[in-house]
């Protein structure tokens, strides 16, 4: 990966990594205590009194306010997408880029009922066009085929990371509380198993999938690309960690997600990650700083294979189990509600006491 | 069971299941057809799709308005609770319809969330109270204790289950458009045991649970008295039907909440069902009228053993899975915005023609 290490402002990564805190320990026991307290049997709304207290041991609030959920879709396309890896043609991120501006695409739909602002980002697509509404971040149009190149250089992963980070800050500076992931990219799929198989070391055979619909031979033809790919990178000379790895394989969106999760861990911001690309971003954000695992909220299990390997990686359950495969941030739209109604319970449920219910202990 | 069907409103009740009609499957095919025209590979937002066809079938129209949910919570008490079913005392149920009529219990907080009308409806408890908003529609306070003699009689029965279907026409006449079903009463899963395993031939064992927490012996116990009950109603004399079996085992909740589903079910409104005692009040009402169970939507599964069974036998699957066993219709609350957010992608998401989207059919 050609890069002239003296013009990266890895200064401010490393202070942006540097400067990202852990969940609080003493919140999340707090809240516990707290729910115990509620007038219901102990821990009897389960994995939504583990959210409640995951969410306010991220925010180090015992009593957050009701979440302001912003959702980040970034775009972009992939040089290995000329390789048969995806049902679909590269022309279709473009095409999708637009749908997301004008409103019509599913996560634009999922985002209004969740009462989300919904940014869409263009990381890195083909596009000649910039739509309105669209944040263009682009250095470059498309990444490389990271079968036979790198996907981008040290010093764009670099950029992209930061701006991610940025555009978190802006959102919440902007009155965002929470941050959902989302991405769309034909080919991306491909590149998420790329980078999960080389940041997790499994083979590509367990982690590379059907994404959007490929047939039997396209999914050959994509885990061979996807196990080159990786072994190019790993085999790439003085090259190790997470940012080289991100240059050599990965795509500007995730690059970007990757940098939206630094910049929201960074602030006590929780992240609710989509399927498998934007958990593949959030790799890349806790390998480089791996405080940023403890902001993360799961939101839904994709089929994708790798997905449930890449969750269990980060010590995450996802809160849905529906079927999705779409992705653009559909499955964190669909959990927002869920978040919003573990918080409701912490702030506004009553008591054993205030109700005046006997407490059996149960 | 002691009843005189002279003066039985049987005509009533027959008219009622005569009137139910089964989903369309034609709305469900044209729904199926529209989602695949949208801008998306086919199928891939997964079970919400075919929560937005069953929802449409059930309403009979293609293009549904978005939902408007009420909740109906109905409470009892139970003779079998003072056989130590339960980790909580009697008491409980009228502390918790105060507490629910109050707006704190955990369903109040998930019901605002989800923009639902909340109806807190006395069935049967033993409360001297009647706290303001709660719709009190009690024949007896409390079931008999169903180990040793019926939890009412068949005229009570049918007078809950015409007193639920009403109730469901009042919210649908001002509004509602969808109603999910809550309970609350001390020892209630025990009763909702033992009516799945009357209704779908289950030994005790299979479907009797820990509900809201009793310990070993609080369970060994619990399993026998349903055993003993089911036993009982099985062998009393010239007794057979759902409608029987109701008086025998069931709470005075279940039978209002059973009345509840057939009586949406006859207006094409989709019930959201909750957990396994909701449920058990839904295996009544199909045992009654099998048409109502193409108008149920699973909310969530219980870690009660006989919910996933009775799912099974009603060909549902849930949308959550979170360790939900509190009741109040919880899960039906949680599960709302995921109703909306389906019928939302049938209504408003762009297809691949409006949004200029290239479909490569995959």
Chains 1, 2 share one sequence.
Request: proline share 6%.
């Amino acid at each position: 990966v050609p890069s002239d290490p003296g013009t990266l402002p890895m200064a401010e990564l490393d202070a942006l990594i540097g400067s990202i805190p852990t969940a609080s320990d003493d919140v999340r026991a707090a809240v516990a205590a707290d729910l115990d307290a509620k007038a219901q049997p102990r821990r009897s709304l389960g994995m939504l009194e583990e959210l409640a207290a995951r969410y306010a041991a991220i925010r180090h609030e015992r009593r957050p306010d009701p979440p302001a959920f912003a959702l980040v879709v970034a775009a972009a396309d992939h040089g290995i997408s000329r390789r048969g890896v995806s049902a679909y043609p590269p022309e279709v991120t473009a095409q999708m880029v637009a749908a997301l501006a004008g409103g019509g695409a599913a996560v634009c739909v999922l985002a209004r009922q969740a009462g989300a602002r919904l940014l869409v980002v263009d990381a890195g697509s083909l596009a000649d066009a910039r739509p309105d509404g669209v944040l263009d971040v682009r250095t470059q149009r498309g990444s490389g085929d990271i079968v036979s190149e790198p996907a981008m250089n040290v010093a764009e992963a670099v950029r992209l990371l930061l701006a991610g980070a940025r555009t978190a800050g802006d959102l919440i500076a902007d009155g965002a509380t929470a941050i959902g992931l989302g991405e769309m990219g034909i080919g991306n799929s491909a590149v998420a198993a790329a980078l999960t198989a080389a940041l997790l070391d499994f083979p590509a055979e367990r982690v590379t999938g059907r994404g959007t619909g490929v047939d039997d031979a396209g999914l050959a033809a994509k885990t061979a690309a996807v196990a080159a790919a990786v072994q190019r990178a790993h085999s790439a000379p003085g090259q190790s960690g997470a940012l080289h790895l991100l240059a050599h394989l990965g795509g500007h969106e995730i690059a970007f997600l990757a940098g939206v999760t630094l910049g929201a861990a960074a602030r006590r911001t929780p992240v609710v990650i989509d399927g498998y690309i934007s958990t593949s971003a959030a790799l890349v954000a806790t390998s480089l700083a791996p405080a940023a695992a403890s902001a993360l909220i799961a939101s839904h299990l994709s089929p994708e294979p790798g997905h449930a390997l890449a969750l269990e990686h980060l010590r995450l359950r996802p809160l849905l189990d529906l079927g999705l495969r779409l992705g653009e941030g559909s499955g964190a739209a669909l959990t927002m509600p869920i978040v919003s109604a573990a918080v409701a319970i912490l702030r506004d449920m009553a008591t054993f006491d205030s109700a005046q219910v006997t407490d059996s202990g149960a």
